[in-house]
């Protein structure tokens, strides 16, 4: 019986260490054999250096984490990604994450990546007869459906007291849209940055309207699928902070920064150098101040029927991530 009891308690203290080993390896192995999934627009910026410099793969590689990336056009496509679980990061604009959210996908914002009051514009052609918003009624215009340039355009037809039916809308992608801009096949554009500054730098095409001037905001975030989050918590704050090495090089690597953007988009120096300068790259909790800016433009889509359902966009928020992230990051 004795030897019966102590075989017993011993059996017992091998399957609970064991047990406990295999739950450690388990918990520090979450991440083996993972692919992240990250989506990058036509932008110039932090995502775009760690890209070109290998900073995801480097940071991930001693945790056998794999990272995938795939270019898109614009934000909502990026969405779409996200719905079908074929992406896992992205960064978009205020339009976007609220078609999202009204249509039920799960995602989260992790982080603030820019303000966006110079994010966004409405261009005419240098010769162009249109000055003031009022002269657009009956134009065509080109923009990307439920990109943060759709959300600026229907804001600027408010202003203008016209309705989207007072105008030709036209969408098209970013790449669709410069040609159809670059030869009058289109009256105006509504689109961001570096687009703008292309245009204005290299064609003086004039800026009809920007966000500062409406008095808005064209936010840009930092989002991630719910699920993957929830999965992989340890790689979702690493993401953000291999963004803000990123950020922090190209602040005090100006010059070398914009040669590599440049290069990596077939871009002059000058056209790179003022689409930073004119819409700085942040990364930082997501404010009180940026929810409500992001409920007035939720809002406003509503009442104008682009979106179906009333949101509240403060329930999408989720700050632990790049929090935890700067915590890491020396002198944070």
């Given at each position: 019986?004795?030897?019966?009891?102590?075989?017993l308690?011993?059996?017992?203290?091998?399957?609970?260490l064991t047990g406990?080993?295999?739950?450690?390896?388990?918990?520090k192995n979450?991440?083996?054999?993972?692919?992240?999934n990250?989506g990058i627009?036509?932008?110039v910026g932090?995502l775009l250096l760690?890209?070109e410099?290998g900073l995801f793969?480097?940071?991930f590689k001693k945790?056998g984490?794999?990272?995938?990336?795939t270019?898109?056009q614009s934000?909502?496509?990026?969405?779409?990604a996200?719905s079908?679980?074929?992406?896992?990061f992205?960064?978009?604009g205020n339009?976007?994450?609220?078609?999202a959210q009204?249509?039920?996908i799960e995602f989260?914002?992790?982080?603030?990546?820019?303000?966006?009051?110079n994010a966004?514009?409405?261009l005419v052609p240098?010769?162009?007869p249109l000055?003031?918003?009022?002269?657009?009624k009956?134009?065509?215009?080109?923009v990307?459906?439920?990109?943060s340039?759709f959300?600026?355009?229907?804001?600027a037809l408010?202003k203008?007291?016209l309705?989207d039916?007072d105008?030709?809308i036209?969408?098209?992608?970013p790449?669709?849209a410069?040609?159809a801009?670059n030869s009058n096949?289109?009256?105006?554009?509504a689109?961001?940055?570096?687009?703008i500054?292309y245009?204005v730098l290299?064609?003086?095409?004039?800026?009809l309207?920007?966000?500062?001037q409406?008095?808005?905001f064209s936010p840009s975030?930092?989002i991630?699928?719910s699920?993957?989050t929830t999965?992989?918590p340890e790689?979702?704050a690493?993401v953000?902070k291999?963004?803000e090495?990123a950020r922090?090089?190209?602040k005090?690597?100006?010059?070398?920064s914009?040669?590599i953007y440049?290069?990596?988009?077939?871009?002059?120096?000058?056209?790179?150098?003022?689409?930073l300068?004119?819409?700085?790259s942040l990364?930082q909790?997501?404010?009180a101040?940026?929810?409500?800016?992001?409920?007035?433009s939720?809002?406003?889509?509503?009442a104008?029927?682009?979106?179906?359902t009333?949101?509240?966009?403060?329930k999408?928020?989720?700050?632990q991530?790049?929090?935890k992230?700067?915590?890491?990051?020396?002198?944070?």
């Amino acid at each position: 019986m004795r030897k019966s009891a102590v075989f017993l308690l011993i059996f017992g203290l091998i399957f609970a260490l064991t047990g406990c080993a295999s739950g450690q390896a388990d918990g520090k192995n979450d991440d083996k054999n993972l692919t992240i999934n990250l989506g990058i627009q036509q932008d110039v910026g932090p995502l775009l250096l760690a890209k070109e410099k290998g900073l995801f793969e480097k940071a991930f590689k001693k945790d056998g984490v794999k990272v995938k990336w795939t270019e898109f056009q614009s934000g909502p496509p990026q969405i779409e990604a996200i719905s079908s679980n074929h992406l896992d990061f992205a960064t978009v604009g205020n339009s976007p994450v609220i078609s999202a959210q009204a249509a039920g996908i799960e995602f989260k914002e992790i982080s603030n990546l820019r303000t966006g009051l110079n994010a966004d514009a409405i261009l005419v052609p240098k010769n162009s007869p249109l000055h003031s918003l009022k002269d657009l009624k009956g134009k065509k215009i080109a923009v990307a459906k439920g990109s943060s340039g759709f959300n600026l355009l229907y804001r600027a037809l408010q202003k203008a007291g016209l309705k989207d039916t007072d105008v030709q809308i036209i969408q098209l992608q970013p790449d669709e849209a410069q040609a159809a801009f670059n030869s009058n096949k289109v009256d105006a554009w509504a689109i961001w940055e570096p687009f703008i500054s292309y245009e204005v730098l290299k064609d003086q095409a004039r800026q009809l309207t920007t966000e500062k001037q409406l008095g808005t905001f064209s936010p840009s975030f930092f989002i991630a699928r719910s699920a993957f989050t929830t999965e992989h918590p340890e790689a979702t704050a690493k993401v953000l902070k291999v963004y803000e090495q990123a950020r922090e090089w190209e602040k005090h690597h100006f010059n070398q920064s914009v040669a590599i953007y440049a290069k990596a988009k077939n871009l002059d120096k000058e056209v790179v150098a003022r689409a930073l300068k004119v819409n700085p790259s942040l990364n930082q909790p997501i404010s009180a101040n940026i929810i409500k800016a992001q409920q007035e433009s939720a809002d406003f889509q509503y009442a104008k029927k682009i979106i179906n359902t009333k949101i509240d966009t403060s329930k999408v928020v989720d700050n632990q991530y790049i929090k935890k992230a700067l915590k890491k990051i020396k002198g944070r």
